[in-house]
């Protein structure tokens, strides 16, 4: 999966982005340096995307899931010929 990027996320993400931003900020009591930024944005990300990962993994779990359906039932070679017979 390709890195997300600031314009990927939505705005709830993006949201908590800059709560973790004000948190660090109020932690260390001064304004953070670019680099802190940087690699607070980049923590977040990566927590992000993991997460969505993990529901992508689930969403096709399911997908698969839904997709086989097991039956008792035997094939039916009667089902393949054709009603006008075979030309």
Do not use: C
């Not at 953070?32 to 969505?52: S, V």
């Not at 086989?68 to 054709?82: C, G, I, M």
């Amino acid at each position: 999966m390709k890195k997300l990027t600031l314009k990927d996320l939505t705005e709830s993400q993006l949201q908590r982005i800059h709560m973790q931003h004000a948190q660090a900020k109020r932690e260390l009591g001064r304004d953070l340096t670019n680099g802190e930024k940087g690699k607070i944005k980049d923590e977040i990300i990566a927590l992000i995307m993991k997460e969505q990962e993990k529901e992508d993994k689930k969403a096709r779990a399911e997908k698969k899931k839904q997709k086989y359906k097991p039956s008792d039932e035997t094939f039916d070679w009667s089902k393949k010929n054709h009603s006008r017979g075979v030309r």
